[in-house]
């Protein structure tokens, strides 16, 4: 009996599973807000399969996309100012809905990772 009792919390969670359709994702009309000194600041994006055109504060960028699996991709700006914008940034779908995804993101060799939300704007 003590051994049933044991495995009932693996069976649990083992059935869950957080819901990734993450290539709904790839291409469209997406906004991130986040919190920045206290102000919340709001970008929105345009990605196809190998570009992301983005417009945050009034200044757009464009980054190449290359996508390493369904969920995962390594943004890379094609027009850097200065060196920090030449890091290429790991981004990774963590869950989806329907409106949207919660991703995790981080500069290649960098061990911090941070989260975010995007939602789909089209």
Known sequence: MKK???LIPFIMASCYNQKRNCTDFKTGKFE???EIDGKT???VFVRNDSLQIETFRGKTDTSAVR???DCEFVLQKLHPKNRAEKKAIHMKIVT???NGYIFEYAFIGD???QRGTVNRLN
């Open 96 to 98: 989806t809905n329907e």
């Open 67 to 69: 996508w390493i699996n």
């Open 32 to 34: 991130f807000s986040q």
């Open 4 to 6: 049933l009792l044991l």
């Open 41 to 43: 600041e709001t970008s």
């Open 111 to 113: 061990t911090k990772k």
